[in-house]
């Protein structure tokens, strides 16, 4: 897959940044995994505090996709850990971008993905399978619905209705 840079993409879509199709995220995100640049349709998991059904989604093939996790921003637990992270890696995600925190940051990091995530903390999350899947998220100030396609560089995050063209 071709690369996207998204300070290119901002400046040659102004039409759709304007009407929403294309929207940035707020800059609240740091950067984790191998992968800096990653992007491809979007998987949404809504949830507090409770990370079962992200590792059922991950268990699943990724095919290129990127989970985005709306996690309320909680940043008490860790809703990704180092297991995680290479389970989305071998089943071929391309990235995970979480409004929450994660954990094992160094095995993250050494994982063939992107991850985006508000921090790290050492604690994991409750076990219970609540949660809600594929329903649209509102995070760093933008709607994700699921199948949109998400966008990440070093220069921020975009999320777009439609795949960009390069
Ligand atoms: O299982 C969890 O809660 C997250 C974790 O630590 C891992 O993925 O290694």
Redesign the pocket.
Known sequence: MALLATADACDSNAGLLATGELRALQPMFQAYGQARVFSGPVVTLKLFED?VLV?ELLETKGEGRVLVIDGGGSTRC?L??????VLAQNNGWSGIVVNGCI??VDEINSCDIGVRALASHPR??NKKGHGEKFVPVHIGGAMIHDGEWLYADSDGILVSKSELST
């Open positions: 990370n590792r860790a990704v850990g180092g297991n995680l992270a954990r094992d994991k999350s």
